[in-house]
């Protein structure tokens, strides 16, 4: 079993830059390919980015290329968005997500998810 614990949201305002975290604990972090994904009111989760186990592959839904970055602290056990440039439209509850295949940008591929985080985006 792995527990994922969010943390970082809040309201911004546009064009602000928030870094959001995922703590793991549980099962050897390493073992994990690591996914962030977000949900808005009335809309289906969608995926965010996604990070390998090594921190050496990375992967980005189009609308945050250039803005977010995912990385990973082995050392520590964290999985953390950086999210730049904010828009209106990134208002979401953001989840961190865990699975030992390889990472993927399919929500249903996941094991194991976080409780999530909410940002609010203000114009």
């Known amino acids: 079993q792995v527990r994922l614990d969010e943390c970082g949201g809040g309201l911004v305002q546009a064009g602000g830059s928030p870094r959001l975290s995922c703590a793991a604990s549980g099962r050897t972090f390493l073992n994990y390919n690591m996914g962030w994904f977000r949900q808005a009111p009335g809309k289906e989760r969608e995926f965010v980015a996604a990070?390998?186990?090594?921190?050496?592959?990375?992967s980005y839904e189009d609308s945050v290329k250039g803005r977010f970055t995912i990385s990973r602290d082995n050392a520590k056990n964290t999985v953390s968005l950086q999210n730049n440039s904010l828009k209106p439209e990134d208002t979401a509850v953001y989840y961190c997500a865990a699975r030992i295949r390889r990472a993927s940008s399919h929500s249903t591929d996941y094991d194991y998810w976080g409780q999530g985080t909410q940002v609010t985006v203000s114009s």
């Open positions: 990070i390998s186990w090594s921190g050496t592959s990375t």
